[in-house]
């Protein structure tokens, strides 16, 4: 486990979780449905039955619900993120014996190397400063098996003049983490933690990028 974490925590996430799940279901109408969009990234995860997932950042764990129902009973999932509040809102989803949430930091995995089959963080990285990325993603190398898979998903500057228009006004109300995540690709990052770079697919008119990479 990484012994040199960043330090790095947005303590809005404890006061905003309340209103996460509802902001995010009424945007998602627009996008067709929350949970159309959640299945359409898991979709390149391609979860089997007995595989063991880690979600990391889950937040209220929508995504990790639907993870478990995939893996089915003989397999393990566990949602990891920092806020209290978040995650005791995942626990009232609890429907599943083999799904856990554990409050932890993602830079230091409470987990064995090479133990999960899949690792996905939706909508993660970008919150990160640069040494709490690295850190992370350098984790989840240590914590996947060997020619386990990675599903990343996180922002993408589109091309196109007013899809840039649009981006642009976007990266305006987000931080300084995000904008340095966009000048240095996530792909690269990625890549610079050990892992091989199997598909990269867009989502939302290119505004979203859905990673797929692999252990080697």
Sequence with gaps: MNKDNSGYYREEFERIARFYDPVIRCLSLFLGGERRLRNRVLKDADVRTGDKVLDVGCGTGSSAVIIAEKAG?????????MSANMLKIAL?????????????????IPSSDNYFDRVHMSIVLHEMIRLG???TLKEIYRVLKHEGRLIAVDFNKPNGFFKNLIFNFIMLMETETAR???KRTLKDE??????????VDYMVNTFIQVIIARKS
């Design 92 to 108: 009232s989803k609890f429907k599943f014996n083999n799904l856990f949430f554990i409050r932890a930091n993602a830079e230091n």
């Design 180 to 182: 340095d995540m966009i």
């Design 190 to 199: 990625i890549e610079k933690a050990g892992f091989i770079i199997e598909k």
């Design 133 to 135: 990325r690295s850190n």
């Design 73 to 81: 009973d003989k397999g393990k999932i566990v949602g990891v993120d």
